[in-house]
């Protein structure tokens, strides 16, 4: 089975673009969920759908936006981006959106913004 | 508040010599827990995962943890490291509903031939 994949793997933006980030979860998976990873902060849950429905989000602002698709794929988009959206984007596939799912985590999106 | 401490930012050890990565949280319910492991420019890998029953749990590569409530800690342990393990280790917490997790800010672990 193949896991789960993001694109691109790298990406470089400058201050005040936009970008979206896509994930392909692993076949039979209905949960996305999405994380921001950087040195200071560490991992830090941005939000997680569930049959295209967003169903729980972390503490960050209205520029973070995702969306799902019938086929379970997600993107996330980042607007307006600030110096400090610089970081790896990890996607995280799960069967179910109960708790205790195990997550399957992609390679990630290493985001530069300049 | 959710939050997963480990106090251990860097841990050099010797391969065969054994190795213990600490892991405290704070959590309102009994939580799911879990240990992932991240090798450079790849994304978490599962290790082991704790929702009840046994407190010591085996996983993969041959690491165990164990779960004591009254420490409110889920250590990871492994009797004989390799050179392959160094990594970077992260301790996480489920929610009891939903797949957001909250995670530690990671052990970096050196291996020394």
């Known amino acids: 089975k193949a896991g789960v994949t993001q694109t691109p793997r790298y990406l470089i933006k400058t201050r005040g673009q936009q970008v979206t980030l896509s994930c392909s979860p692993i076949s039979g998976h209905r949960s996305v969920s999405w994380y921001q990873q950087t040195p200071g902060q560490g991992l830090q849950f941005l939000f997680e759908y569930f049959s295209e429905t967003q169903r729980n989000k972390g503490n960050f602002p209205g520029r973070f936006s995702g969306r799902q698709f019938s086929n379970s794929r997600s993107e996330m988009n980042v607007s307006t981006l600030e110096l400090g959206d610089s970081a790896l984007y990890l996607c995280a596939s799960s069967l179910r959106t109960s708790g205790g799912n195990e997550q399957f985590f992609g390679p990630g999106t290493r985001l530069t913004v300049l | 508040a959710q939050s997963v401490t480990q106090p251990d930012i860097h841990i050099t050890v010797s391969e065969g010599a054994s190795l213990e990565l600490r892991c405290n949280y704070s959590?309102?319910?009994?939580?799911?827990l879990f240990w992932y492991v991240q090798s450079p420019g790849q994304g978490l890998q599962l290790l082991l995962k704790?929702?009840?029953?046994?407190?010591l749990v085996q996983g993969i590569k041959g690491f165990e943890a164990e779960f004591k409530r009254s420490q409110s800690s889920f250590n990871l342990r492994k009797p004989s490291v390799h050179w392959s393990d160094a990594a970077e280790y992260f301790c996480?917490?489920?929610?009891?509903?939903?797949?957001?997790?909250?995670f530690g800010t990671g052990t970096s672990l050196t291996v020394i031939p």
């Open positions: 704790y929702f009840s029953g046994d407190t």
């Open positions: 996480a917490v489920g929610a009891r509903t939903g797949n957001q997790f909250y």
């Open positions: 959590y309102g319910a009994t939580p799911y």
